[in-house]
């Protein structure tokens, strides 16, 4: 049985994903009549030419982070908040993988987790209505720093930069499988080079199989990393 943690959402396992067997949740009702999203009309200026698109509590008596409205004034360092709604059957969010610096329950069914930036995170988003399932999205983002360009994304303030977005569940947990994968290979998705979130995201988008992640790319990208100002 799924645990389930703040607002309802999945137990996070290693790298902060929840376990994955990519089953789509289930709808209300009717699910034979399942509805086509579409894709994002945003292209990113590295997707050559394809269309992209610990957690600590607060506590009482602790002043939390800049809230969401307050991201613009706040003294410190600019957090990337996302907003996940929980209300099961009818919309379900939640964080494939990500390592939040802050969280806040809102109430039952809502929760905002904060990251700061540069941080990497996966965010998945499902919603249903009568007529079967109406979102099945998966965005992969990275926070931006002050200054940043940053793209638009649901639930996400103030945006960010997106690696990789893909919309239809059978296409969601393909890309979960290759996620399991690097995680396989002692790898944490947070720290995969960006440069291969948007390989998958092209090779998708053009119909054809991604290379796999290996040890040795991750290092190199480490080293660069090390360099990089």
């Known amino acids: 049985m799924m645990q389930l943690g703040l607002s309802g959402t999945a137990g996070l396992g290693r790298s902060g994903t929840r376990s994955s067997d990519y089953r789509e949740p289930e709808w209300a009702s009717n699910p034979q009549k399942c509805s086509h999203s579409g894709i994002l009309n945003i292209a990113n200026k590295e997707s050559f030419g394809f269309l992209l698109t610990q957690a600590r509590l607060w506590t009482d008596g602790v002043p939390p982070p ?5 991201t613009a004034t706040c003294d410190g360092p600019r957090l990337t908040h996302v907003t996940l709604f929980w209300r099961k059957g009818e919309r379900e969010d939640w964080l494939k993988f990500g390592k939040p610096v802050a969280g806040r329950v809102v109430d039952r069914i809502q929760r905002i987790e904060s990251y700061a930036a540069g941080q990497v995170f996966g965010l998945v988003r499902w919603a249903s209505n ?8 998966f965005d992969i983002v990275r926070a931006a720093t002050a200054g940043d360009p940053v793209t638009p994304v649901p639930q996400v303030d103030p ?3 997106v690696l990789l977005s893909v919309y239809g569940w059978p296409r969601v947990a393909q890309v979960f499988r290759l996620i399991d994968t690097i995680e396989a290979s002692g790898i944490d998705p947070c720290d995969v080079a960006p440069d291969h979130w948007r390989h998958i995201h092209n090779r998708l988008a053009a119909h054809e ?13 480490l080293r660069r990393k090390a360099l990089l100002p």
Do not use: D, I, L
């Open 66 to 70: 800049c809230r969401p409205a307050q």
């Open 130 to 137: 009568e007529y079967g399932t109406v979102r099945s999205a």
């Open 159 to 161: 945006g960010g930069e």
């Open 209 to 221: 199989m991604p290379r796999g992640y290996s040890s040795s790319r991750h290092r190199a990208w």
